[in-house]
């Protein structure tokens, strides 16, 4: 099936996942994960059953890897794989805060090939197919080359990992100076797309995993931003990996500044 039509397909099955979960009365059970203030609600349980019967027909020698129930420990494999993540941004769908997205990627080979990445609150829908660019509900996106100074810098404060957290903002102030503002979105998957079309100019993370960014990469790369790890060495499909994605100057400007060295 060609590119185009296959991310066609694909966003079609997660705006309906989306539907399931504008659809809810109340966020419902919620059960804590591994980690501190990591959680699970049963709609994270809900979309991803829903995404991954859908999905396995649309490619049907696919493999999955994803956040919930046991698919965490899949191995993305040569031949297709779905990554995905079905609410990215668990705790601002508990508190009310709708900003969450649905995060699908298909890789092939370990290469990204279609990544889609929807807010169903907002009913934005990023998505993107390797060499035919990346698209704001259907309209092209590129994520410019505007300097820090002149942007946001939007973050991740390792909510999950505390021990680490006191360092973490330690660098996050260094960074403040550099640029207008800096933001915590919440959602990994989101913030990525808002670099990929010029709402931010870089995004930091000090760990996440494949799920939480592989379609977001894709869409960044795709809309001329670049994703690298935090020392700027190149970012495969990996787990528990610190993330820098912006546009190319802003990149370029957090690396040479030395702070994410630090």
């Known amino acids: 099936m060609e590119t185009e039509l296959l991310l066609e397909k694909i966003c079609r099955i997660v705006r309906e996942a989306g539907d399931l979960i504008r659809s809810c ?31 396995s027909k649309l490619v049907p020698d696919a493999v999955f890897v994803g956040e919930e129930d046991g698919y965490s420990e899949g191995k993305i494999e040569r031949g297709y794989t779905f990554i995905i993540d079905p609410i990215d941004g668990t705790t601002n769908f508990i508190c009310g805060f709708l900003f969450s997205g649905i995060s699908v990627g298909l890789s092939l080979h370990g290469v990204m090939e279609a990544g889609v990445v929807y807010n169903p609150f907002r009913e934005e829908l990023f998505a993107a197919g390797r060499g035919i660019g990346a698209y704001l509900n259907g309209k092209r996106i590129e994520a410019g080359n505007h300097p820090l100074r002149e942007g946001v810098l939007c973050m991740d404060t390792a909510p999950y990992t505390p021990e680490i957290r006191e360092a973490v903002f330690q660098e996050l102030l260094k960074l403040s100076y550099l640029c207008m503002d800096m ?33 977001a990469s894709l ?44």
């Open 25 to 55: 009365a109340s966020v419902g059970e919620c059960r804590a994960k591994e980690g501190a203030a990591n959680f699970v609600t049963r709609y994270d349980s809900m979309v991803q059953e829903f995404l991954i019967g859908k999905l």
């Open 219 to 262: 869409i960044l790369a795709e809309a001329g931003g670049k994703i690298t790890r935090k020392n700027g060495d190149p970012l495969k499909l990996e787990t528990g990996v610190p993330v820098l994605a912006a546009n190319s100057r802003a990149h370029e400007e957090l690396l040479k500044s030395g702070i994410l060295l630090s």
């Open 183 to 215: 933001r915590s979105l919440g959602s990994a998957a989101l913030s990525i797309c808002y670099v990929a079309c010029g709402r931010s100019a870089a995004y930091l993370s000090p760990k996440l995993c494949a799920w939480d960014y592989a379609a």
